[in-house]
């Protein structure tokens, strides 16, 4: 990190979807990093997706089984 410069970030999250355009926004994320000095960036493993995933999964389906949504059909598409 650079000494006297006030640190705006400390990670940057680049979603990719394995698409051109999200692609994209990797030479931006690379300008961020280096221009803050930094030479780390934090890549996602799947084991760590997967966690999320489940963390995701498992809120999903307690807010579709919520008294607030009783009577209602609710899907989740990939759970």
Not at 31 to 60: F, H, K, S, W
């Amino acid at each position: 990190m650079l000494k006297g410069i006030t640190v705006m970030f400390r990670q940057i999250l680049v979603p990719l979807d394995g698409s051109t355009r999200a692609e994209q926004a990797l030479p931006v994320a690379t300008r961020l990093v280096r221009g803050g000095g930094y030479t780390q960036a934090p890549l996602l493993t799947e084991q760590m997706i997967e966690t999320e995933l489940d963390n995701v999964d498992n809120y999903l389906k307690t807010v579709a089984t919520s008294e607030a949504l009783a009577g209602i059909s609710v899907t989740i598409p990939y759970g």
